[in-house]
């Protein structure tokens, strides 16, 4: 059973930054896909980001030029950057995957993000 952790939210005030970590119990390197979700309450889970094997990344349109995502394969490791944090940027935070040839997808337990002045 693959396991994703999630770690790194918390209360930040409008502006400043938070590093979400995601940790995988299986190599990372041998994901098709990752990425991080978010959901507001109320509200439908939505991407924020995700990285493939090949490197291609995307944004959701609502993060672009303020987070940033990466992974380490060598820690099976997933970042997520997040720069000038906005109270509409208060959800929970979900890291995802993808193994290559394999039709489930795995998710973390979630980690709050929080702005707020």
């Known amino acids: 059973q693959v396991q994703l952790m999630d770690s790194g939210g918390g209360l930040v005030q409008p502006g400043e930054f938070l590093r979400l970590s995601c940790i995988a119990s299986?190599?990372?390197?041998?994901?098709?896909?990752m990425g991080w979700y978010r959901q507001a309450p109320g509200k439908q889970r939505e991407l924020v980001a995700s990285i493939t094997s090949g490197g291609d990344i995307i944004y959701a349109d609502f993060v672009k030029g303020r987070f940033r995502i990466s992974k380490d394969n060598a820690l099976n490791m997933m970042y997520l950057e997040m720069n000038s944090l906005k109270p509409e940027d208060t959800a929970r935070y979900y890291c995802h995957a993808k193994w290559i040839g394999e039709p489930l997808a795995y998710w973390g337990q979630g980690t709050q993000v929080t702005v707020s002045s």
């Open positions: 299986r190599s990372t390197s041998i994901t098709s896909v």
